[in-house]
């Protein structure tokens, strides 16, 4: 069994900063490519950005370019999301994600497990 557990979640003013943490853990736990999506009420679970564990190379969204930075423990199986100069169109909920396969995967049906989710709430 295969469990990502996301903390770090919460309220934060506009400019603030969160850092978003997600434990990986499972018996045989082992994946290319490790990322963390955002969903908003109403709309579409979105990409933010993913790392690649093999060679630490990353891939963000236009949107947090400069603003996010992901990065991973390999020796504690946990990635990282440090978000800075929040505003309040960050507010959603943060997922974790793992796939197989060294492409990054921009979508959410790219990936095969899935975390519970760590509200971020950005107030104005």
């Known amino acids: 069994q295969v469990q990502l557990v996301e903390s770090g979640g919460g309220l934060v003013q506009v400019g603030g900063s969160l850092r978003l943490s997600c434990a990986a853990s499972g018996r045989t736990f082992r994946s290319d490519v490790m990322g963390w999506f955002r969903q908003a009420p109403g709309k579409e679970r979105k990409f933010v950005a993913a790392?690649?564990?093999?060679?630490?190379?990353?891939n963000y969204e236009d949107s947090v370019k400069g603003r996010f930075t992901i990065s991973r423990d390999n020796a504690k199986n946990t990635l990282y999301l440090q978000m800075n100069t929040l505003k309040p169109e960050d507010t959603a909920v943060y997922y974790c994600?793992?796939?197989?396969?060294?492409?990054?995967?921009?979508?959410?049906?790219?990936?095969?497990?899935w975390g519970q989710g760590t509200q971020v709430t950005v107030s104005s």
């Open positions: 994600a793992a796939k197989f396969g060294l492409s990054f995967g921009a979508f959410w049906e790219d990936y095969h497990y």
């Open positions: 790392i690649r564990w093999s060679d630490s190379s990353v």
